[in-house]
Structures are given as C-alpha cells and as structure tokens.
C-alpha cells in the first residue's frame, strides 16, 4: 500500500519548523506569517549556496541556523532566548528538571531541541530531528512537532532518552542534545 508523501518527508527542514513553532506557542503567529517567515530564511539560505547546500544535504548540525533565526525573529518579535546547556553536558535527570521547570502551564513558553534517533545503539542514528516541547508532566514531555508520519516521535518519556549519544541503548535509543536546547519567552 503506497502512502502519500508529507510535507516535511522530504525536505531537511525540521529546524526551521521548530523555530515557527516555537512562535507559534509564544507569540501565536499564523499561518501566512510563519509562511512569510519560511520564504525569508529560504531565500537568505539561497544567497549564501554553500549554507543552503550544507542544510539540504544534513550536514550540519543546524544550530547556526536556529540561532540565526532566532536573532532575526526577534527584531521583529519581542523574544527571550535561553540557552540552558550551552556549557555544560547535563545528565537525563537534569534535563528533564529543567525542562520541567521551564514548561510552566499557561505561560507562553517553549523548547526547541534536536535529538537523534537509533534503531539499535550499535549503529548511528537513523533520525537526526528538531522539534519543539510545549507542555510535560510527570512522565512524559509532549512535543508540538512538524511531522504527520505514523512512526513520527510526538512524545518523549521520562526514561527514554539519553544526553550522550555514545550512552545510547538497547532501552534507551533516543538522545537529547543538551547543546541544542533553546528555550523561549515573551520577554518580562
């Protein structure tokens, strides 16, 4: 049985999409703007062939573009960006704690994050994605995410997940990249 493709199968976009949702959840923009915003990040991308090549191809880790896109949106939105991990290489248990004090119910936040995806922990990650986190509770860290595909990742247990690919495991194949972390707000 042939499935259709989604938007977002095939292209290499993900980062950007996490970045629109990550407004969307803050700042509630809609569709033609996030659209406008996607064209404008496209284009920028285009003038450099290098980057966009690097992007298309996955080979790179994407950060410099979310943080590119961050700073941009936030000329044009008031947005606080955080960087929680940026120098440190936090344990399960401490990302999870931070997130959780981070994604307080009803306060216009959000988490962007990549994280890789093994289907054993002998072989290198099938899935290299970027997401976003809107809400958790005890267990389970929900995710605003782009993807439609019945396999897609919507949510991530407490128990999962690792901070260190070479700490993935049979039980535990996914792995956050604490680097990657960008947590967002309407500035106070």
Same mark, same amino acid.
């Given at each position: 049985?042939?499935? $259709?493709? =989604? ?6 976009? !993900?980062?950007? =999409? ?30 450099? $062939? ?11 880790? =994407? ?10 949106? %936030? ?12 120098? %440190? ?13 981070? /994604? ?20 290198? $990650? ?14 389970? /860290?929900?995710?605003?995410? !782009? %993807? ?26 996914? !792995?956050?990249?604490?680097? %990657? ?8």
């Amino acid at each position: 049985m042939l499935k $259709p493709f =989604y938007q977002g199968k095939l292209d290499t976009f !993900c980062a950007i =999409y996490a970045v629109l949702n990550g407004l969307r959840l803050t700042h509630g923009i809609r569709v033609s703007r996030a659209r406008d915003i996607l064209n404008e990040t496209l284009l920028a991308l285009a003038a450099t $062939p290098e980057a966009f090549r690097a992007v298309l191809e996955q080979k790179t880790d =994407y950060l410099h573009l979310v943080d590119g896109l961050l700073r941009a949106q %936030s000329r044009a939105f008031p947005l606080e960006v955080i960087r929680p991990f940026e120098q %440190s290489q936090p344990p399960p248990e401490e990302l999870w704690q931070t997130f959780r004090q981070w /994604l307080i119910p009803g306060a216009k936040r959000a988490a962007i994050f990549r994280f890789t995806r093994s289907m054993s922990p002998d072989v290198p $990650p099938l899935n290299r994605h970027w997401t976003t986190a809107d809400r958790m509770d005890d267990e389970i /860290l929900h995710l605003f995410d !782009c %993807s439609h595909e019945a396999e897609a990742i919507l949510n991530i247990r407490k128990d999962s997940f690792v901070t260190r690919p070479e700490a993935v495991t049979a039980g535990r194949l996914l !792995c956050i990249l604490p680097e %990657s972390v960008r947590f967002l707000r309407l500035p106070f």
